[in-house]
């Protein structure tokens, strides 16, 4: 009798760079020492660990390279992550979230070609595109291919929305010129990254090895891919849009969006909101795609723990219609007009969250009394050209 694995990877219609490269037998690898960033997402369709498949067939793993939460994926957001050995392998696993965040030519010595194997979820603070610019950095100043194993996007290749990170607002969180939700896949920004000069003026030897099968209007059920958390917070693939639709209004410690409970990203509320008066006056607004339920619920950690948060359970009911980082804006204007004190900005996180917007103009019209539609209107202005400028590095 076939398993339900083995009946779900029979349908799937979609392949993952991986999954290309494994079929191939790793032949573009074979004779090389391989350094792998990767953490626990970096699987094929039988939910194979990529470490298991290249040592089995013969690949010479001689490092491995983590991104924030590690190559194990269980370090919290924004918590350093030391230098160690894979337990299973004995293979050096090297910290990109540490005391450095671009590998150095120490960690690289020994190594002929890197390979990234990562899934992202599509918005630019997600912190892995980050770390991929920073890898072909370090690839091109030590004379090294780079292999990008190319993965869905999970909130959908034509989503593009938001703002292109201004001069002043780059950080890890926003590091190169894209929108908010960017529709690229991974290897396609890697395109854009090496094209556009967004890697100090270099280029490095990149080799994206394409998946088969995916479209860009295609949701991630529909590519039949098994799902692996992306970290903590993100245990679904529907949570990648979650996370775009509340991640920018979470940036503010004043408010829950469902972290330290059972629905990250999925709710939005504080101790003193009515949970009734905030459904009513956000399905009052009907934007497009998404519908909310009051709910009530007390944190297990994080922000509020312990105490009782009235707000919004978040539900799309479509995903191809709904604008997904509009929702941020329209829960704070949402909040304002329910409580006008509502004190927002607190000094230790207004610059976090001007980072994560790629721009100061959100919080300056927000605390000047203007709209939601007018902050969305002018955030998303850049998404139009964006697309213009991406088509070129569109592999898909």
């Known amino acids: 009798m076939l398993s339900l694995l083995a009946i779900t990877v029979a349908l799937a219609p979609v392949e993952s760079g991986l999954d290309v490269l494994r079929a191939n037998r790793f032949a573009d690898l074979k004779g090389k020492k391989v350094g792998l960033i990767t953490n626990p ?51 050096p696993e090297y910290s990109l979230y540490g005391k450095t965040r671009k590998p150095t030519a120490e960690m690289l010595r020994g190594v002929d070609a890197l390979v990234f194997d990562i899934q992202d979820i599509g918005s630019r603070s997600y912190t892995y595109i980050s770390t991929l610019g920073v890898c072909m950095e370090a690839a091109a100043e030590n004379n090294l291919p780079l292999y990008v194993l190319d993965r869905p996007n999970p909130i959908g290749g034509d989503r593009v929305e938001g703002n292109i990170t201004e001069d002043g607002f780059k950080s890890f969180v926003s590091a190169y010129p894209v929108p908010y939700c960017h529709g ?9 990254a090496n094209g556009e000069g967004w890697l100090k003026g270099k280029k490095c030897d990149l ?48 408010v829950s969006i469902g972290v330290g409970y059972t629905l990250p990203f999925e709710l939005a509320g504080a101790p003193g909101i009515g949970a ?25 950690y994080a922000a509020f723990k312990g105490q009782s948060c009235g707000g919004v359970n978040i539900y799309f009911t479509d995903e191809r219609k709904v604008e997904l980082s509009r929702i941020n804006f329209e ?48 955030w998303n202005a850049g998404a139009a050209g964006f697309q213009s400028k991406r088509a070129k590095y569109l592999l898909y």
Not at 184 to 192: K, N, W
């Open 184 to 192: 690229l896949t991974i290897g396609e920004f890697a395109r854009m």
């Open 276 to 300: 009734e008066s905030l459904a009513n006056e956000m399905n009052r607004r009907k934007l497009p795609g998404v519908f909310f339920r009051p709910m009530t619920w007390t944190p297990f």
């Open 41 to 91: 997402t970096g699987v094929d369709r039988t939910v194979r660990s990529n470490i298991d498949l290249m040592i089995d067939s013969g690949v010479k793993l001689v490092a491995l390279y983590g991104p924030e939460h590690g190559v194990r994926g269980s370090v919290p957001a924004g918590v350093y992550v030391e230098n160690g050995r894979d337990p299973k392998t004995g293979v």
């Open 331 to 378: 829960l704070m204007d949402a909040f304002r007009k329910l409580k006008p004190d509502f004190d927002f900005f607190k000094p230790s996180t207004a610059n976090m969250f001007d980072k994560v917007c790629g721009t100061g103009s959100v919080r300056s019209m927000f605390s000047s009394g203007q709209s939601a539609s007018a902050i969305w209107q002018k």
């Open 207 to 254: 080799k994206v090895i394409s998946m088969k099968g995916w479209r860009r209007s295609m949701t991630w059920a529909e590519t039949g891919l098994p799902w692996v958390l992306t970290s903590p917070h993100v245990p679904h693939a529907s949570s990648s849009a979650y996370y775009a639709a509340t991640g920018i209004f979470g940036e503010l410690d004043t």
